[in-house]
């Protein structure tokens, strides 16, 4: 079937796969738009990041670190988009910092476009009614879990986490570590409960053998001193991959240097793939509370 064209399959009354007609009407720029990814890897979706860190790996604990303001839901969201909704992989999410109704309408919101208020409203016009409904029946019809327990310990994650990958979770994400705590004591970690969270978490990612996205809230413009500067020892050490979400809007530096209000940088400071940190553009959408790759 590879000689089939769209032309010739009519006539000769043949079969043709899909990937085949893709290839014959599609502008190849389309197509194969992702780098490959080695097996028992999950691609974030952004064919910016992945580029540079090859998806997440089994077994991988990933910090995300962004500052307030920046758009650390939004990123999740759009994470979670990409991940589940287009990609269908399922996935677990514990969010310490929302319930799960507000979390579902900031998921709603931010796929489809269009406010929680218009829609409950239904001040929809037809065009935009058919698009949410589509939009909502993707999210309901995904593998998305959601346990918003506040004041969560890295314990009882394990344990629910345990639970989510027997119902097939092939990627857990946390929203957030300062919202967590431990009833862990490790050695190194100088009665720094946080420490002790990072370090359940990463043996936690080894041992269901699938990568766990952690995101960290730099509250305080503490500078370290180690070579990632932001993040404490106990984060770098303990993270497989480690990557800063930032928009140089927010501190004004594109009005200076004229850049694009639009973009945000995604400085990929440690991965196996890399040796000096590395850095992605995305486009942010605000009004859509979207990020997106630039092309």
Do not use: W
């Amino acid at each position: 079937m590879s000689n089939n064209t769209l032309e010739n399959t009519q006539s000769k009354g043949v079969f043709a796969s899909v990937q085949e007609l893709m290839s014959q009407t599609l502008n190849p720029n389309y197509l194969n738009t992702k780098s490959p990814l080695p097996d028992h890897s999950i691609t974030t979706g952004f064919h910016a990041i992945d580029k540079i860190t090859k998806g997440f790996k089994s077994g991988e604990l990933i910090t995300i670190a962004v500052r307030p303001g920046i758009g650390k839901t939004s990123f999740l969201l759009s994470m979670i988009n990409n991940i589940c909704l287009c990609e269908n992989h399922n996935a677990g999410v514990f969010s310490a910092e929302r319930t799960g109704k507000q979390f579902m309408k900031r998921l709603i919101q931010s796929t489809s476009g269009v406010s929680m208020a218009k829609i409950n409203k239904d001040e929809l016009s037809e065009i935009e009614r058919n698009h949410v409904k589509s939009i909502i029946n993707s999210i309901g019809h995904s593998n998305l879990i959601i346990d918003d327990q506040v004041g969560i310990s890295s314990d009882t994650i394990s344990e629910k986490a345990r639970e989510m990958v027997k119902l097939g979770a092939e990627i857990i994400f946390i929203d957030y570590l300062e919202l967590l705590h431990s009833n862990s004591t490790h050695t190194n970690c100088e009665n720094d409960d946080l420490c002790n969270v990072v370090i359940d978490l990463k043996k936690l990612a080894e041992e269901i053998n699938i990568p766990i996205v952690l995101f960290s809230q730099l509250k305080k413009p503490i500078t370290y001193d180690n070579k990632y500067k932001y993040t404490p020892d106990y984060v770098n050490n303990n993270t497989d991959t480690l990557i800063f979400l930032n928009r140089p809007s927010f501190y004004h530096i594109n009005q200076i240097e004229h850049k694009s209000e639009d973009t945000a940088e995604i400085t990929i400071a440690k991965n196996i793939n890399i040796g000096d940190m590395q850095v992605a553009k995305l486009r942010i959408i605000e009004s859509l509370g979207q990020f997106r790759d630039l092309n």
